[in-house]
């Protein structure tokens, strides 16, 4: 089984930063893509980012220059540093590790609230 314990959810004016992290821990030795999700209420859930373990990188076009995904392979920990944060960001962000072999784990999801 794999855990993932995410953490720097907040509450943050408009154009304020928040930084996300996801730990790891338990079966990883198969993880290759981890990265992130959101989902605001009544909308579908949707990519922000994601990382291979090689360190290529892909953004959700709402996000691209303002947020940047990092990874720390030797502490199995995913990173997403937010900037600018909009309105339209407030979401709940679920943390996700794709294995070699397409198992999919989530975390338990870190709210994120940026006020007007």
């Known amino acids: 089984q794999v855990k993932l314990v995410e953490s720097g959810g907040g509450l943050v004016q408009t154009g304020g930063s928040l930084r996300l992290s996801c730990a790891a821990s338990?079966?990883?030795?198969?993880?290759?893509?981890m990265g992130w999700y959101r989902q605001a209420p009544e909308k579908q859930r949707e990519l922000v980012a994601t990382?291979?373990?090689?360190?290529?990188?892909k953004y959700g076009d709402s996000v691209k220059g303002r947020f940047t995904i990092s990874r720390d392979n030797a502490k199995n920990t995913v990173y997403l540093q937010m900037n600018s944060l909009q309105p339209e960001d407030t979401a709940l962000y679920y943390c996700?590790?794709?294995?070699?072999?397409?198992?999919?784990?989530w975390g338990q999801g870190t709210q994120v609230t940026v006020s007007s």
């Open positions: 990382i291979t373990s090689g360190g290529s990188r």
């Open positions: 338990g079966i990883i030795f198969s993880v290759n893509d």
């Open positions: 996700y590790v794709l294995h070699t072999g397409g198992r999919t784990n």
